[in-house]
Nanobody, 127 residues
Framework: QVHLVESGGGLVQAGGSLRLSCTGS????????MGWFRQAPGKEREFVAA????????HYSDSVKGRFTISRDNAKNTMYLQMNSLEPEDTAVYYC????????????????????WGQGTQVTVSS
């Protein structure tokens, strides 16, 4: 099991940018597939982006494709989500998830496929 901590959330105007970070401990995250999800008030947790162990495979939801970029630095045990051109509809609590994966290229888009979660970080985009 890995302990995940998100950071980087905040309040930003529409069109602005934020970079979220997710740091894992005590285990090295290089053995985990990882992803970002978000949950707005009254809504279910939804997929945002996923990345494989190696970082070579990434996948995005249609709503963020072209605006958000997921990446990871396994040497720093950290995953990132660069969010550009933010819209009020992006307002939510953002969570990072991780799950062990034996293959370097595997990733998942369903929240049920992740075993470990961070506590979440709030992102608020004002219009």
């Amino acid at each position: 099991q890995v302990h995940l901590v998100e950071s980087g959330g905040g309040l930003v105007q529409a069109g602005g940018s934020l970079r979220l970070s997710c740091t894992g401990s005590p285990h090295i995250i290089s053995i985990y597939k990882m992803g970002w999800f978000r949950q707005a008030p009254g809504k279910e947790r939804e997929f945002v982006a996923a990345i494989s162990r190696s970082g070579d495979n990434t996948h995005y939801s249609d709503s963020v494709k072209g605006r958000f970029t997921i990446s990871r630095d396994n040497a720093k045990n950290t995953m990132y989500l660069q969010m550009n051109s933010l819209e009020p509809e992006d307002t939510a609590v953002y969570y990072c998830g991780a799950s062990f994966c034996s293959g370097y290229g595997c990733y998942s888009v369903g929240p049920d496929e992740y075993t470990d979660w961070g506590q979440g970080t709030q992102v608020t985009v004002s219009s």
